[in-house]
């Protein structure tokens, strides 16, 4: 064989090492992101619920001698149900509140880009871009950038007149869903 040809094969097989060497850390991360987001609190549930089911049964304190076989269950005291009831419930109320807050945030998130994208439609509309309504406020000409306190005619700090409107008067009688939203705010 030719030295070139040898060179040139063991250049490929370098590649073919870095190639799968790559894809082994890539998958390798994939599989640890995957294991984390696969334990859910209710899996963990499952998982601890079977794991004490599982110990339970086995009796390891019947084989040291300390609990008989039979009658295990009645062993436990009421105190000690009451207390299993009410930590499961606080976990509950703790998994549905972490849920709630997700959710908010999520809506939060959601409601921002749509305050984004709406104020980026207004101004395409008005045709003042970014650029032309920093150049038309306060300052605009004399070279200084607005300071801190300065505040455009007809608005109040940041949030215009025009929103501080009273709502209208009430022509007639609400809609079913009008109705429920002012009798769930009182």
Known sequence: MRFERLRDEVVMAERRVETRLLRAQTNWRVLGTTWREAWTPPRLLVVGLAGGLLIA???PLG???KRGKAGWLRSIP???WIQLATSISG??????ARHAA???QHAADDAGQAAEEAADTVDAATGAGPSAAAGAGPGAGTGQAPGPDAVEPG???S???ARRRPD???TGEPRAAEAATEVSER
Request: aromatic share 4%.
């Open 57 to 59: 049964l086995s009796r």
């Open 91 to 96: 976990l509950v109320t703790a998994l549905r």
């Open 63 to 65: 084989k040291l001698g």
């Open 168 to 170: 209208p008067p009430w």
């Open 102 to 104: 997700e959710s908010a």
């Open 78 to 80: 009421l105190a000690r």
């Open 159 to 161: 949030v215009s007149n």
């Open 155 to 157: 608005t109040v700090g």
